[in-house]
Structure formats: C-alpha cells, structure tokens
C-alpha cells in the first residue's frame, strides 16, 4: 500500500511539472544529514526523480484532439507507467 502511494505521488509530481532541485546524480544536503545519521537497517523514504522522463505535455497535445478529461489523463497516466516498465526495471526491484 505504501509503495503504491509513493508511485502515485511521483506519477502526480511528473503530470503537474514540478521541478524539483535535483539532478542526476545529486543528493540533497538534507537528505545527505538524514543518511549521515540514520542506523545502517533504518528505511529512509525519498522521493527519485530520473532524468528520463515522458513529455506529457506532448502526450497531451498530440492526443488531445482525439480524447478529452478523465480520458486524456487516463493516457497520460498508461504512457508514464509503460515508459516505466520499460526504463525502470532495476529501480523497482531495487
């Protein structure tokens, strides 16, 4: 259940565009202070953001003249978990 949430939320964070400050590679300072001080079987929760994204915003132009609403954000959400199945195999069974 909590897994599934925090795919939803980054699927949420990936349509609406937020721009996080991150970068491949890059780990936050605060994020940095939590791992420094965490035990080594503490879970951690964070959210990655790869640099291999779909542009909705294309998705969504190239589809909206066909499909509207629910649907268009229904084919928005089958492209990001398609692009997922195909690019993020490793992180996902990490």
Known sequence: MRKSIYIILILALSIFGVNFYAQAGFISPDLQIILKDASPDQEISVIVMLA????????????????????????????????????????KTY
């Open 52 to 91: 291999d994204q779909v542009d909705t915003k294309t998705v969504a132009e190239t589809k909206s003249f066909l499909i509207t609403g629910t649907t268009l954000r229904t084919e928005i959400i089958t492209t990001l978990k398609s692009k997922a199945d195909l690019t993020q195999q490793d992180l």
